[in-house]
């Protein structure tokens, strides 16, 4: 029993080192050479106003890309490593949606997205706000990404004795049961473009899981081609896990 739980360790280990370095070869290679060869049209000193225009906001983009990719890989590394420290504490989860909001505004307008605050003001849980926040954001980057222009993006909070779920809903191009299946398998290096051609790693929900597990909560996702998503997280409530 020993052994098989040695072997299955190390063959997550595996997969986890597998990932890291097909994130790095693939989608970290891919947003640093856009950057540089819109840099180099930059540089050109012929290049007309309105096209140096065009390729500083797509400079900018695929500058914030590259952001959001390092900011989750250096998480996930961290977590993998023990070194992401785990701090509970009671937690108001309508401040950290508008605070995970306020981080993904130019995203949502830049689609002329809407996005909705629907947790109620002092909405309590027990979990670490970082974790958490990180776990908001990474949601609505993906909710943003898989809505088209004018759509709307809601957070939404439901309470129990026990726990607090928290959704994000959005009115986006939504998926079939295939993909569904396919979004939190860490072996499995998958990932689909938004409605703008946005390109992003997998990694984003693969952290949620995991961050959430060492919350207590768990994440469930339901859609439909066409009809939207909605990814929903659980958490204890205040004053339920102390351990």
Known sequence: LKHAKVESNLTELNLNKDKFFSIISHDLRGPTANIVRLSEFLLEPNLAEPD?????????????????????????????????????????LHVLTNESISQITTMATDKAIVIKNQVAPRTYAYADDQMILMVLRNLLVNAIKFTNQAGTVRISATETPEEVSV??????????LETMGKLFQLGNHFT??????????????????????????????????????????????????HA
């Open 52 to 92: 140096r225009k065009t390729m500083t906001t797509h400079l900018h983009k695929s500058a914030q890309n590259l952001q959001k990719l390092l900011e989750n890989l250096l998480s996930w590394a961290k977590f993998q490593m023990g070194r992401l420290d785990y701090m509970p504490t009671p937690v108001d």
């Open 167 to 176: 959704s994000v809903t959005d009115t986006g191009i939504g998926m079939t």
């Open 192 to 241: 689909t473009l938004g409605t703008s051609n946005e390109k992003g790693s997998g990694l984003g929900l693969i952290l949620c899981m995991e961050l959430l597990e060492k919350n207590h909560g768990i994440i469930r996702v339901s859609s439909e081609p066409g009809q939207g998503s909605a990814f929903t997280f659980t958490l204890p409530k205040l004053g339920k896990q």
